[in-house]
C-alpha cells in the first residue's frame, strides 16, 4: 500500500490554539474546494443539518438539542457532510480504467476521495476488475449462494450508520436466513460499555440527556477526544464552564477541544483576541491504562474527606442514603480502596496523590457530576472493569439518576447504540425471541452469533465462508490486518453494501459484490413517496430523519430496499415479514419496531418527527436498578492495570495509543491534516515522549519501524514510520488507525466484551537502519 502521506517534509507543531474558531471554518471551507462542491449548495445542505424537518449529521453520534443552534454542526459533521454530498463519482468508468490488483497499492484516502459509488458491482477474477450487474441478477446470484451455504458460517456485519428501520429489518433477515452472527461496530467500540453497564446499573446505555448537561455542576471527562469526536459537545461544556463548574479531564495526551475553545456560533468570541474558553479545570494527563488507578486515588480522597467531616459532625461526603437503599457491595468497594496503596496508585496512573487527592476535594463538592467518557476507557484489557470502576465512583457520592449526574458513555456512529436496541446483537437474551417468532412465524436459531473478535477468528481458521456488510470496513476496522486480509480472500462469499470504495472491497473472495446506497442525506422516494428514517443518538433520544439532497446516482437503492431485496431472494417464504409492503412505506417497519420493544418506541410514528425528538425508557435514569438484585452494584476490578500481555517492568516495550486524527472519520480518511494536534502532511507518525526517544537515540523525523510484542510466534511490524517528540507520559506512544492495525493481535481485547485493546498495544520501537 501507497504510505499515508501527502509532502516528503510534514509539519508537526503541536496546535496551541482553541478548538472551534476560525481555524474550523477555514478548514471548512477548504474541504467544500477539494471536493469541488459550490458553496451555496454547502450552506444550503448544512442548515438541515441536525435541525427538526432536517437530517441526522452521519458523523457521531452526539445529542441533538430541541431547540438547535443557527448552525447545529461542527467541523467534523460538516466535513462528513461533504464527504457524502460530494460531487465525484466512482462509476463504470473508474472500475473500466482500474484493476483490483492496481487499487490495492492506494491510500484509504485515495480510495474513498473517488466519490460516490453509482452501479451495483460485481468482480470479475478473469479480468481482475469489477463488472456492472444489473441489481435483480445481483440478488438472485447473492440468494442463491446464501442458500448453498450454512448460514452459521455467513456473518452479518453492520457498522453504526445503518438507521433503525434498516438494521431492524436486516437482524430479522439473517435470523430467518438462520444465523445470529450479526456483529456491529459497537464490538469495536463501546461493548464494554454495553457489557459493563448492566452488570451494574441494569442498563446498557447512558443516564443523562441535555437537560442534565444543562443543569450538571461539575463534569469528568476520561479518555475522550471531544474536540475531534464529538465536537457539538463543546458547547455544553462551555456553558458548564462559563457557570462556574469544574471539569477535570483525564487523557494521556493534551487534546485541544477539552483544553480550549472558542464557539464558531458566537460572532463576539470569534472576533475576540483572547484565548477561548479554558475547558478543563484541570487536566491530567496520566498514563495509558491509568484509569482505574486514578479513579481508586480519587475514591480514597473521597473516604478521607468522608472520614474528616463524620469526625467534625459535618454533613457526609459519601451519599449514604442512596448507597443504604440503592447500592449492593459497597463494603467491598470500600475494603478495596482502603486497601489500596498511594504509592501503587501514583505508579500505575502515573499521577500525584496530591493531584488525586485535589480532585476528590472537588469531586467532593460537587452535587450534580456527569462522567462522560470514550475509547480511552473501553479499548482496554480492563475496558468493563474501567467504565465499572467510573460508575462506583459515582454511585459512592449518589451521582445517577438524579437531575445533572450520572452516566455519560459518548457513543461513535451516529446510529451506533439505537441499532442495538432494534436488535442488532448476537447475543438472544438482548432480543425478544418469542415476539419475532410469533410475528413472523419463523423460529429464530437458538444458540449465540459471533461478534466482531468471534467473526475475525472464524475468517481465520475458515470457518466463516461468507461476510455481508451493511456499511463500514470490516477487515480495515479489526486488528490482525495481515492475516485477516490474506484469510477474506479465502471466503465464498463478500457482498459489500456501501456509499464509497474502501479496502475491504478490495479483498476479493470467490464471489464479490459491492451494492451501491443511498446514503442518509438523500432523497429516498419509495412508491411515489418520500421515505423518513429514524436514529438513536447518545442520550438514548430517538430522532427522524428527512433525506432531501438528490441522489448520487439514478441506480443507488436504500438500505432498506437492499435488505428486502436479499431477503426475498435468499428467504422467500420462510416468514411472513412483509418485505414489500415495509420498503413501500417506512412508517411500517417503524410499527413494527414499536410491537417488537412497546416500552421503548411507543407511538413511534406520532413522536419520532418532534423537535428534538423521543427519550427511551432508562431504568437507571429514574433510580430504577433493572439488574437481577434490583440494586445498582459496586463492582470491583481484579486490579489497576490487568495487561497480561504488557510486560511493564521492560522500558523497552512501550504502549501505543492508536488514535483518530481531526481529518479522518474512522477508516475514512479526508485528508493528511490533524489540525487540533498540529500534525500537518503526514499519518505515519509515531507520537513519543522525548526522554524516552533520547534513550533510545531518536531525535525528530527519524525513521522508525514497530514491532508488536507477543510471543505467539507471529511477527506484526509497520515499516518506515516518523517519530517525533510529543507531551505524553513516558512508556506511552500514540499513533493513526486504520493504518496501526496491523500491530493488534486478534486477542489483545477487552475480556468478555472483545474490544479490541486499541489503546495499549505493546510494542517494540527501532531505529530503521538506511539502506
Ligand atoms: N471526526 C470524527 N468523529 C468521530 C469519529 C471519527 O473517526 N472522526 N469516530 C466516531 C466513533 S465510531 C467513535 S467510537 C468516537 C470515538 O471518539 P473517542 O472516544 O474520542 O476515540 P479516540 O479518537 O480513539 O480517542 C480516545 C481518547 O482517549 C485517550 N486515551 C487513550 N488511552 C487512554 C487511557 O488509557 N486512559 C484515558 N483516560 N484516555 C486514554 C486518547 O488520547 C484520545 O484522546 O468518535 C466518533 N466521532
Ligand atoms: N486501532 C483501532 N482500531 C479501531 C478503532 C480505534 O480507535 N483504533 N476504533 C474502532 C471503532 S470505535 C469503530 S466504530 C470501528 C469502525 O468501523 P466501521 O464502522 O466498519 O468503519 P467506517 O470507517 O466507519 O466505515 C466506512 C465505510 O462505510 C461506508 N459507508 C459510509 N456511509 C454509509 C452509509 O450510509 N451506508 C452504507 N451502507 N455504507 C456507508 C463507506 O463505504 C465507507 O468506506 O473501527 C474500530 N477500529
Ligand atoms: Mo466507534
Not at 440468494?143 to 458460517?153: C, E, Q, Y
Amino acid at each position: 500500500m501507497d504510505r499515508s502521506e501527502n509532502t516528503d517534509k510534514p509539519t508537526i507543531e503541536p496546535y496551541d490554539r482553541p478548538t472551534g474558531g476560525w481555524g474550523s471554518i477555514k478548514s471548512l471551507v477548504e474541504k467544500s474546494a477539494q471536493e469541488g462542491l459550490l458553496t451555496s449548495t454547502v450552506w444550503a445542505t448544512l442548515e438541515r443539518q441536525n435541525k427538526a424537518g432536517g437530517y441526522q449529521c452521519v458523523s457521531c453520534s452526539w445529542a441533538k438539542p430541541a431547540d438547535p443552534r443557527p448552525f447545529e454542526y461542527c467541523e467534523n459533521g460538516a466535513k462528513a457532510t461533504l464527504w457524502e454530498i460530494t460531487p465525484k463519482r466512482c462509476d463504470r468508468d473508474f472500475f473500466r480504467k482500474h484493476t483490483v490488483s492496481e487499487l490495492l497499492e492506494w491510500t484509504d484516502h485515495d480510495l474513498e476521495k473517488q466519490g460516490r459509488l453509482t452501479t451495483p458491482l460485481k468482480y470479475d477474477p478473469s479480468l481482475d476488475q469489477y463488472i456492472p450487474i444489473a441489481w435483480d441478477k445481483a440478488f438472485r446470484e447473492i440468494g442463491a449462494l446464501l442458500n448453498d451455504m450454512d448460514p452459521k458460517s455467513v456473518v452479518f456485519y453492520v457498522s453504526g450508520r445503518a438507521s433503525l428501520e434498516a438494521s431492524h429489518m436486516w437482524q430479522l433477515f439473517a435470523r430467518i436466513y438462520g444465523s445470529n452472527n450479526l456483529p456491529d461496530s459497537s464490538n469495536m467500540c463501546h461493548e464494554s460499555t454495553s457489557v459493563g453497564l448492566p452488570e451494574s446499573i441494569g442498563s446498557p446505555v447512558g443516564t443523562v440527556t441535555l437537560d442534565d448537561f444543562d443543569a450538571c455542576d461539575m463534569m469528568f471527562f476520561f479518555g475522550h477526544n471531544t474536540g475531534t469526536n464529538a465536537p457539538r459537545l463543546l458547547h455544553w461544556v462551555q456553558e458548564a464552564r462559563k457557570r462556574g463548574a469544574p471539569v477535570i479531564t483525564f487523557n494521556p495526551l493534551q487534546e485541544r477541544g477539552l483544553m480550549r475553545f472558542k464557539s464558531p456560533q458566537q460572532p463576539f468570541e470569534m472576533l475576540s483576541p483572547d484565548e477561548g474558553t479554558k475547558m478543563s479545570s484541570d487536566y491530567y494527563q496520566l498514563k495509558g491504562g491509568g484509569d482505574i488507578a486514578a479513579m481508586t486515588g480519587i475514591a480514597k480522597a473521597v473516604f478521607a474527606l468522608d472520614d474528616a467531616a463524620t469526625e467534625a459532625g459535618k454533613p457526609r461526603v459519601l451519599d449514604t442514603a442512596f448507597i443504604e437503599e440503592h447500592c449492593h457491595g459497597f463494603e467491598a468497594f470500600e475494603s478495596f480502596v482502603r486497601d489500596a496503596d498511594w504509592t501503587e496508585i501514583e505508579r500505575c496512573s502515573g499521577l500525584t496523590r496530591s493531584d488525586l487527592e485535589h480532585t476528590g476535594r472537588v469531586y467532593s463538592k460537587a452535587e450534580r457530576v456527569i462522567a462522560n467518557y470514550g475509547m480511552g476507557l473501553t479499548q482496554h484489557r480492563h475496558g468493563i472493569e474501567n467504565v465499572q470502576m467510573l460508575v462506583n465512583l459515582l454511585l459512592m457520592r449518589g451521582m445517577m439518576g438524579k437531575t445533572g449526574a450520572g452516566i455519560s458513555p459518548i457513543r461513535g456512529h451516529s446510529n451506533v447504540q439505537g441499532q442495538r436496541t432494534v436488535g442488532i446483537t448476537e447475543k438472544l437474551e438482548l432480543i425478544p425471541v418469542e415476539k419475532f417468532e410469533a410475528f413472523y412465524d419463523f423460529t429464530v436459531p437458538k444458540e449465540k452469533g459471533r461478534d466482531t473478535v468471534e467473526s475475525c477468528e472464524g475468517i481465520l481458521d475458515g470457518s466463516v465462508k461468507g461476510f455481508v456488510c451493511l456499511g463500514g470496513n470490516f477487515s480495515r476496522a479489526v486488528p490482525e490486518t495481515a492475516a485477516i486480509e490474506q484469510a477474506w480472500r479465502k471466503m465464498r462469499l463478500n457482498v459489500q453494501i456501501s456509499t464509497k470504495l474502501n479496502r475491504n472491497h478490495l479483498l476479493a473472495a470467490e464471489n464479490t459484490y459491492i451494492l451501491p446506497c443511498l446514503g442518509r442525506l438523500e432523497r429516498d422516494t419509495q412508491n411515489g413517496v418520500d421515505q423518513t428514517v429514524s436514529i438513536e443518538d447518545s442520550t438514548a433520544c430517538i430522532h427522524a430523519s428527512f433525506g432531501r439532497t438528490e441522489p448520487a446516482s439514478k441506480e443507488l437503492l436504500s438500505e432498506p430496499r437492499i435488505t428486502a431485496e436479499l431477503a426475498k431472494a435468499t428467504i422467500d417464504g420462510k416468514s411472513s415479514v412483509p418485505w414489500d409492503e415495509w420498503v413501500a412505506d417506512y412508517s411500517k417497519i417503524r410499527d413494527a419496531i414499536e410491537r417488537a420493544y412497546p416500552d421503548d418506541f411507543s407511538q413511534f410514528n406520532e413522536r419520532f418527527r418532534e423537535p428534538g425528538g423521543f427519550h427511551r425508557d432508562i431504568g437507571a435514569s429514574k433510580r430504577e436498578w433493572r439488574t437481577e438484585t434490583g440494586r445498582a452494584h459496586f463492582l470491583i476490578p481484579e486490579g489497576f492495570d490487568v495487561n497480561p500481555d504488557i510486560d511493564t517492568t521492560s522500558p523497552d516495550v512501550f504502549k501505543l495509543i492508536t488514535v483518530r486524527s481531526n481529518d479522518q472519520f474512522n477508516t475514512s480518511v479526508y485528508g493528511y491534516d490533524d489540525r487540533l494536534r498540529g500534525v500537518d502532511g503526514t499519518r505515519m507518525i509515531i507520537l513519543m515522549n522525548a526522554a524516552d526517544m533520547k534513550r533510545l537515540g531518536l531525535t525528530d523525523h527519524d525513521r522508525i519501524d514497530i514491532e508488536t510484542v507477543a510471543d505467539d510466534g507471529v511477527a506484526r511490524k509497520a515499516e518506515d514510520y516518523r517519530v517525533h517528540a510529543w507531551n505524553i507520559p513516558a512508556g506511552d506512544c500514540a499513533g493513526y488507525f486504520p493504518e496501526l492495525n496491523a500491530l493488534i493481535p486478534l486477542w489483545h481485547h477487552s475480556r468478555r466484551a472483545h474490544v479490541p485493546a486499541a489503546k495499549s498495544v505493546p510494542v517494540r520501537i527501532t531505529k530503521r537502519v538506511a539502506n
